[in-house]
């Protein structure tokens, strides 16, 4: 036994002996060894020299490369590490600099390109589509133009880049137009007040930044980097969704304190695999097929999804900053700052916001800052298990900070600042929305016809399909504030709805469902939410008697209850039991008698909260 023993130990410190660390830099060679005093040149020569447990260090400089990991580690504590050396600036672009721009006229250049610079992708060549986009009759491209690091916005033809008509009709980003014919790449494009070969000028050549080949390529994390420009495809649920960084179809990969920007359509993916039904499958049955091939291929709790996505910023993404569909399961979403989702390119179709994701499974959406996007979260099909909880949106001006969509439960919403014009749109059951604040409206679609599936508990494994009848909400200790901000939309649920414990302030109205609202039609509910170099702060004006003129329960599973349709319980993803026994902050709520909305014991005096 003894010797049996030792020969394990003895393996473990032999494979923490043998673990390298690789790397990087500008002036290195492909050629070498990869050590610090003689470097790789590319990222890409490091990923194919490294083994479960490596490290792969990057110093400053940009790497104008496709990152494609050829293997993953071998388990949590042996991965492949992608890191940004300390204190250094690495960036990763799917870009080229161009130059040799011509001018037109005005300011208006031109440049031409053999096909042979963008090898066998030309994304000036390739338009965007997919089930669920709607392209409003126009073409648009996954290519890009960007100037100084900020992106041109495509034009609709050749004629209106070269006559923009008046000043007040003009687009507020400059734009470009490209022409291939088979032979050469000619893009003309608006620089208005500089000179093109003056400055830096980009386009976009590669699909992606960082994403493998092959899926299964498991328990990478990729830490550090600012990554940019990628020609990205759309990325509906139906077929393989490539981001300018993402996981392929695999498991337990860490992404976090990146700086995400410039995709054509999704910033970071944890999402599908590709087969031959990809952009083929645009219904409801047709999804009802892709998680039925995906089961097939491997869609379960052991080898799928459990990846970390935390502390990064993603902008400026044409679809979505996190899209996710069936691989984001049992994932962690945390800390990112997520802005700017559809601009510059203003598409448009059924598959665009912050964070996107079709079988959220026991997924966790954690303190995350979202706006200027144009919806915050979309949880659409199968969020069971699911939470979102601590998070704050705003300025959201599309459509809500929060849609569910036909997803039958148990999912928890809780200690949220809902801050947007709209605030929830609920085409789903079995919801609990916990200690939240809405600014927004709240709205429920009626009439939903379709049959949706809900699964075994913890699992992937569909248990039955059913229909979406309204109702089967709770509301419990929530604060809603003004005056087009209204329950009343479930009066006519046909599933029971539970309600207690509300705050309804400045006209905001309470649904039949509560027996016993606290109602304040003429106070003045003082919320002001304002941005400041210091931060993000709330002035929220909540008066301490809410906590004595009513008392209110700790929500806990017991008081949740199951879901009516699936019939689980509401429960943490490990399946022990919930406590909202924290507020936004974390700080611990009172279990006697918890005081309504997101934070705990607040401030009597004017002094706004820092909420970011």
């Given at each position: 036994?003894?010797?049996?023993?030792?020969?394990?130990?003895?393996?473990?410190?032999?494979?923490?002996?043998?673990?390298?660390?690789?790397?990087?830099?500008?002036?290195?060679?492909?050629?070498?060894?990869?050590?610090?005093?003689?470097?790789?040149?590319?990222?890409?020569?490091?990923?194919?020299?490294?083994?479960?447990?490596?490290?792969?260090?990057?110093?400053?400089?940009?790497?104008?490369?496709?990152?494609?990991?050829?293997?993953?580690?071998?388990?949590?504590?042996?991965?492949?590490?992608?890191?940004?050396?300390?204190?250094?600036?690495?960036?990763?672009?799917?870009?080229?600099?161009?130059?040799?721009?011509?001018?037109?006229?005005?300011?208006?250049?031109?440049?031409?390109?053999?096909?042979?610079?963008?090898?066998?992708?030309?994304?000036?060549?390739?338009?965007?589509?997919?089930?669920?986009?709607?392209?409003?009759?126009?073409?648009?491209?996954?290519?890009?133009?960007?100037?100084?690091?900020?992106?041109?916005?495509?034009?609709?033809?050749?004629?209106?880049?070269?006559?923009?008509?008046?000043?007040?009709?003009?687009?507020?980003?400059?734009?470009?137009?490209?022409?291939?014919?088979?032979?050469?790449?000619?893009?003309?494009?608006?620089?208005?007040?500089?000179?093109?070969?003056?400055?830096?000028?980009?386009?976009?050549?590669?699909?992606?930044?960082?994403?493998?080949?092959?899926?299964?390529?498991?328990?990478?994390?990729?830490?550090?980097?600012?990554?940019?420009?990628?020609?990205?495809?759309?990325?509906?649920?139906?077929?393989?969704?490539?981001?300018?960084?993402?996981?392929?179809?695999?498991?337990?990969?860490?992404?976090?304190?990146?700086?995400?920007?410039?995709?054509?359509?999704?910033?970071?993916?944890?999402?599908?695999?590709?087969?031959?039904?990809?952009?083929?499958?645009?219904?409801?049955?047709?999804?009802?097929?892709?998680?039925?091939?995906?089961?097939?291929?491997?869609?379960?709790?052991?080898?799928?999804?459990?990846?970390?996505?935390?502390?990064?910023?993603?902008?400026?993404?044409?679809?979505?900053?996190?899209?996710?569909?069936?691989?984001?399961?049992?994932?962690?979403?945390?800390?990112?700052?997520?802005?700017?989702?559809?601009?510059?390119?203003?598409?448009?179709?059924?598959?665009?916001?912050?964070?996107?994701?079709?079988?959220?499974?026991?997924?966790?959406?954690?303190?995350?800052?979202?706006?200027?996007?144009?919806?915050?979260?979309?949880?659409?099909?199968?969020?069971?298990?699911?939470?979102?909880?601590?998070?704050?949106?705003?300025?959201?001006?599309?459509?809500?900070?929060?849609?569910?969509?036909?997803?039958?439960?148990?999912?928890?919403?809780?200690?949220?600042?809902?801050?947007?014009?709209?605030?929830?749109?609920?085409?789903?059951?079995?919801?609990?929305?916990?200690?939240?604040?809405?600014?927004?409206?709240?709205?429920?679609?009626?009439?939903?016809?379709?049959?949706?599936?809900?699964?075994?508990?913890?699992?992937?494994?569909?248990?039955?399909?059913?229909?979406?009848?309204?109702?089967?909400?709770?509301?419990?200790?929530?604060?809603?504030?003004?005056?087009?901000?209204?329950?009343?939309?479930?009066?006519?649920?046909?599933?029971?709805?539970?309600?207690?414990?509300?705050?309804?302030?400045?006209?905001?109205?309470?649904?039949?469902?509560?027996?016993?609202?606290?109602?304040?039609?003429?106070?003045?509910?003082?919320?002001?939410?304002?941005?400041?170099?210091?931060?993000?702060?709330?002035?929220?004006?909540?008066?301490?008697?809410?906590?004595?003129?009513?008392?209110?329960?700790?929500?806990?599973?017991?008081?949740?209850?199951?879901?009516?349709?699936?019939?689980?319980?509401?429960?943490?993803?490990?399946?022990?039991?919930?406590?909202?026994?924290?507020?936004?902050?974390?700080?611990?709520r009172d279990a006697r008698n918890p005081f309504p909305g997101p934070f705990e014991n607040p401030a009597t005096g004017p002094k706004p909260l820092r909420v970011w």
């Open positions: 036994m003894k010797t049996i023993l030792g020969f394990f130990i003895l393996a473990a410190l032999g494979l923490k002996a043998h673990a390298t660390e690789f790397q990087v830099a500008t002036n290195g060679n492909d050629t070498n060894p990869g050590t610090p005093q003689a470097p790789f040149r590319t990222i890409q020569r490091a990923a194919e020299a490294a083994q479960p447990g490596d490290i792969i260090l990057i110093h400053q400089g940009v790497y104008r490369e496709r990152v494609s990991p050829p293997r993953g580690g071998a388990s949590d504590t042996r991965r492949i590490v992608y890191e940004a050396a300390p204190g250094e600036k690495v960036e990763i672009k799917g870009s080229e600099v161009v130059r040799g721009w011509v001018i037109v006229q005005g300011a208006v250049w031109k440049v031409t390109l053999p096909d042979s610079f963008f090898g066998k992708f030309n994304p000036y060549g390739d338009l965007i589509h997919g089930d669920w986009y709607n392209p409003m009759g126009r073409q648009r491209h996954t290519g890009c133009v960007y100037l100084n690091g900020r992106a041109l916005a495509e034009a609709i033809n050749l004629e209106g880049l070269l006559h923009p008509g008046p000043v007040s009709k003009r687009p507020s980003s400059p734009l470009w137009f490209a022409r291939v014919d088979g032979t050469n790449t000619t893009i003309w494009a608006q620089f208005p007040g500089a000179i093109p070969n003056e400055q830096l000028v980009e386009i976009n050549v590669r699909q992606t930044v960082f994403y493998p080949k092959k899926t299964g390529i498991n328990y990478i994390t990729v830490r550090g980097f600012t990554m940019s420009q990628a020609a990205t495809p759309w990325a509906p649920p139906t077929a393989e969704q490539i981001g300018l960084i993402g996981t392929h179809w695999s498991k337990g990969w860490i992404i976090e304190s990146n700086d995400i920007s410039y995709s054509a359509c999704a910033g970071i993916s944890l999402g599908k695999y590709g087969d031959a039904w990809d952009n083929r499958a645009e219904s409801a049955e047709g999804y009802i097929g892709t998680i039925h091939r995906a089961l097939a291929h491997g869609w379960n709790r052991l080898d799928i999804g459990h990846h970390i996505v935390r502390d990064n910023v993603i902008s400026h993404c044409g679809q979505a900053g996190i899209v996710g569909s069936l691989g984001c399961a049992f994932s962690t979403v945390t800390g990112n700052v997520i802005h700017d989702i559809d601009v510059p390119t203003r598409l448009n179709g059924a598959e665009m916001a912050g964070i996107k994701f079709h079988g959220a499974v026991d997924v966790i959406i954690r303190h995350n800052h979202i706006y200027r996007c144009v919806r915050g979260i979309w949880l659409d099909w199968m969020a069971q298990g699911t939470r979102v909880t601590g998070n704050l949106l705003h300025n959201n001006q599309t459509s809500e900070d929060l849609f569910v969509e036909v997803d039958h439960g148990p999912f928890l919403v809780d200690n949220n600042l809902f801050l947007s014009p709209h605030a929830l749109l609920d085409n789903s059951q079995g919801g609990a929305y916990v200690h939240n604040l809405f600014l927004g409206t709240i709205s429920e679609i009626q009439g939903e016809r379709r049959q949706t599936p809900y699964l075994k508990p913890h699992s992937t494994m569909v248990a039955a399909l059913h229909g979406n009848p309204t109702g089967d909400d709770r509301f419990y200790n929530n604060i809603f504030g003004g005056g087009p901000v209204s329950l009343r939309v479930y009066d006519k649920a046909r599933l029971p709805m539970f309600m207690d414990g509300n705050v309804f302030l400045d006209g905001a109205k309470p649904s039949k469902w509560e027996r016993t609202p606290l109602i304040e039609p003429d106070a003045a509910a003082g919320i002001e939410f304002t941005a400041l170099p210091a931060g993000y702060f709330l002035k929220l004006k909540e008066d301490p008697a809410w906590s004595q003129e009513r008392h209110r329960k700790l929500i806990t599973s017991q008081r949740l209850g199951s879901a009516l349709i699936s019939g689980e319980r509401f429960e943490n993803p490990d399946g022990s039991p919930l406590r909202i026994d924290t507020d936004y902050f974390g700080h611990h």
